[in-house]
């Protein structure tokens, strides 16, 4: 789920994986094709754009609409087989000439959102248009208005098609981003299944919460351990970072920028692998070790027999099952052991930590702290 380009994440296929383009890439190609228009040319299509590594795209026009003083040109977004909520949308750029000496404006259309929080890198009542776009399509603007001899006095109008509801699907409403999307991008280019987008998102969501003062975060593992955690502390949803998999990326970015409390909940199997000192908890990078649970219960009274079947058993959930039918509490030291790697992860940091362990149906299990 705003993960990087306003995704939902899924398991990654095991093939050679089609990249594509930002919604920042689309409007700024959007823009040129407008801006192109309403200074008296025709449509290009399709408008080739430079990225910020200098890789030149061409983008297909879906729509090109002329009005009186303004030009609109809408791309559909191809996100390549990134599983983005965004793709195949219509970003549409509206453009007009402002008042001299206005420089270059940004509006949110339809379906874009606004930033209403404080702590995301655009101020609060701005468009939900990222720095990055954002300069993107300046340098469109004034390369622009330049070969025409006149001033850079423009405003931007970006609309995503059905943006309103798409948001619902991602990280936005935590964010205190409202309305709509997000216009994204820092290299114009959607790599799919990104890690650093979701850890991006994480840090964003750190980044609110510290400038509204929010005394207490959780990051949680999945949508079950998150709802007992929020239940049981009465959290907001701005207080709930989506953590998933990626207890390094949240760890380590409080160390730097530390929120007052930090609650990491999660099921048995996601944190037996934090306990035992993994920070990327996705099963395709860490594993759950046995001879580790089955040291583990064999310090807690556990029989030869018992450790045994543990070592042989073929998922963290069997071993729990072993071990709680003989009356052996894993997890609660699983929990003291996940506390203890996210201390070591935070060096000191003024962060008081506690873990909670739920079960698939969100029953808590252990809570440490």
Not at 56 to 78: N, Q, S, T
Not at 291 to 314: C, E, H, K, V
Not at 325 to 349: M, Q, S
């Amino acid at each position: 789920m705003n993960a990087g380009e306003n995704e939902i994440r899924m398991e990654k296929p095991a093939t050679t994986l089609r990249r594509g383009w930002t919604t920042g890439a689309c409007a700024t190609a959007a823009t040129k094709a407008a801006l192109t228009a309403l200074l008296g040319g025709d449509f290009p299509d399709p408008v080739t754009i430079t990225l910020p590594k200098g890789e030149r795209p061409a983008f297909p026009l879906a729509r090109e609409v002329r009005g009186e003083g303004w030009a609109l040109a809408g791309i559909v977004k191809d996100a390549g087989d990134d599983p983005d909520v965004t793709h195949g949308a219509l970003v549409s750029a509206r453009i007009r000439r402002i008042d001299s000496g206005s420089g270059v404006l940004f509006k949110a259309g339809d379906g874009v959102g606004t930033v209403t929080k404080a702590g995301l890198p655009i101020g609060v009542g701005e468009p939900a248009i990222n720095p990055v776009p954002r300069r993107m399509m300046s340098e469109v603007v004034h390369e622009l208005c330049a070969s025409y001899g006149i001033a850079p006095d423009i405003e931007i109008e970006i609309s995503i098609e059905n943006g309103a509801e798409l948001a619902e699907k991602t990280w936005n409403p935590r964010l205190g981003i409202v309305g709509g999307l997000s216009v994204l991008g820092t290299t114009g280019v959607v790599h799919p299944f990104s890690c650093s987008a979701w850890i991006h998102s994480i840090h964003r969501g750190i980044d609110v919460a510290r400038a509204e003062g929010l005394p207490h975060v959780l990051g949680a593992t999945g949508s079950t351990s998150e709802k007992t955690a929020q239940t049981f502390y009465s959290l907001p949803d701005i207080a709930c970072l989506d953590m998933g998999d990626f207890a390094g990326g949240l760890l380590k970015y409080l160390r730097a920028h530390p929120v007052p409390r930090l609650t990491i909940a999660g099921g048995f199997a996601k944190l037996t692998k934090l306990a035992q000192g993994a920070l990327d908890l996705h099963s395709g990078r860490s594993q759950v070790d046995m001879q580790w649970l089955a040291d583990l219960a064999s310090g807690l009274g556990a029989t030869s027999d018992m450790t045994g079947r543990i070592l042989n058993a073929n998922t963290a959930l069997e071993v729990l099952q072993i071990t709680a039918a003989a009356g052996i509490d894993l997890p609660a030291n699983v929990a003291a052991a996940a506390r203890r790697t996210a201390l070591e992860t935070l060096r000191g940091a003024p962060v008081e930590v506690d873990v909670m362990v739920t079960d698939r149906s969100g029953t808590l299990l252990a809570h440490a702290r």
